[in-house]
C-alpha cells in the first residue's frame, strides 16, 4: 500500500511540474513566431507590385533610414547589367527611373520569381522591371551604395531592351548625334561592346585629358551640347584617320568638334572605340 501511494504522489509531482513550465512566458520569440515580424498594410505603396515604389523614392527611404526591413517592391529601367554569377546564377546589375543613370544597385539577384538566369545577355540595358528584394545601403572604400540585397526575384520584365533607335540620326555628317545621344547609345552596348556602325557626334570642347598623345599619335577630350553631359572622344586621330602633330593640330576648350567613328562600352564607360575615330570638322573646317 506504501509503495502504491508513493508512486501516486510521484506522477502527481511529474504532471504539476509539466502544467507549471506550460504557463511560463518564453524569454525570446521563436523564429517564425510572427512577433518579430513587422505590422505592414499590403496596400501601401511599396508591397505589391500593382504599387511599387519607384527608384527614388526606395533610394530615399534608405537616406532617411526608413527602409523596410521586410521586401519591397521596386520599379525601374535597367540603365546597366553588370555582372553575372556562375556560381549563383544570379546578376548584378542597376536601376534608375530612367535608364540612364546608376541610382540603385541590384545586388546579386534572381530572375522571374526567383528563376536562375543564365548569361548576362538575359537581362538587356532599357528593359523595365519590377524587383521584390529588401532595399539597403553599404559603404564601399568611403562610398555609399543604395541596393536591393542578394536573393531578390524579378516580377515582371517589360520591353526588349535594344539599343536605342536614332533612325538615320548620326549616320551622315548633317544629321549627327549629340553628346547626350552618344551617351545612351554607347551604355546601351553594354560593358565591353563596340557599334558595328560609325556615327557623327558634335559637341563643344568641354575638357581636354590629351592634346596630343605623342605614343599613339591621337588625342582624348571630352564634348557637351550645354555643359552638362559629357562624352568622352577618347584616343581619336585627326582629320582623314592621320596622326596628330604637337604644335600644329592643337584644339582648344570651347572649340566646336565633329568626331566621326565607333562608339564603345568600355568597362562601363561609353566613349568613342580607341583608335577608331577621327576629327571630321573643327570649328566648321574639315581640313
Known amino acids: 500500500m506504501k509503495k502504491l501511494l508513493s508512486y501516486l504522489f510521484a506522477l502527481a509531482a511529474v504532471a504539476f511540474a509539466f502544467t507549471s513550465c506550460e504557463d511560463v512566458p518564453m524569454p525570446y520569440d521563436y523564429p517564425n513566431s510572427g512577433n518579430n515580424s513587422e505590422n505592414v498594410d499590403p496596400n501601401a505603396k511599396g508591397q505589391s507590385a500593382d504599387n511599387p515604389y519607384t527608384v527614388q523614392e526606395a533610394v530615399q527611404l534608405i537616406k532617411d533610414g526608413k527602409a523596410p526591413t521586410t521586401e519591397v517592391y521596386v520599379k525601374g529601367v535597367v540603365s546597366k547589367v553588370d555582372y553575372y554569377s556562375e556560381d549563383y546564377h544570379s546578376l548584378s546589375y542597376y536601376l534608375s527611373d530612367d535608364g540612364k543613370t546608376e541610382d540603385l544597385q541590384v545586388y546579386s539577384g534572381k530572375g522571374i520569381n526567383g528563376a536562375d538566369f ?46 536605342p533607335s536614332t533612325g538615320d540620326k548620326g549616320l551622315s555628317k548633317d544629321n549627327p548625334l549629340t553628346p ?3 551617351l545612351d547609345i554607347a551604355k546601351a552596348l553594354g560593358k565591353g561592346n563596340t557599334s558595328t556602325e560609325s556615327y557623327y557626334i558634335k ?7 590629351f592634346s596630343f598623345d605623342a605614343e599613339h599619335g591621337t588625342a582624348t577630350f571630352n564634348i557637351s551640347a550645354d555643359g552638362s ?30 568626331v566621326y567613328g565607333k562608339l564603345t562600352n568600355f568597362k562601363g564607360t561609353p566613349e568613342t572605340a580607341a583608335k577608331k575615330a577621327c576629327l571630321y570638322s573643327l570649328n566648321g573646317k574639315t581640313e
Not at 559637341?203 to 585629358?209: A, E, L
Not at 584644339?251 to 568638334?257: K, L, Q, R, S
Open 203 to 209: 559637341g563643344k570642347i568641354s575638357s581636354i585629358k
Open 229 to 258: 553631359k559629357e562624352f568622352t572622344c577618347y584616343s581619336v586621330y585627326y582629320f582623314g584617320n592621320k596622326s596628330w602633330v604637337e604644335g600644329n593640330t592643337q584644339v582648344n576648350v570651347g572649340d566646336e568638334v565633329v
Open 118 to 163: 543564365n548569361s548576362k545577355s538575359d537581362l538587356k540595358v532599357g528593359q523595365t522591371v519590377i524587383v521584390k528584394g529588401v532595399i539597403k545601403s553599404f559603404d564601399k572604400k568611403g562610398t555609399t551604395i543604395y541596393e536591393v540585397d542578394k536573393n531578390s526575384q524579378i516580377v515582371s520584365i517589360e520591353g526588349s531592351g535594344e539599343t
Open 180 to 182: 547626350s545621344e552618344a
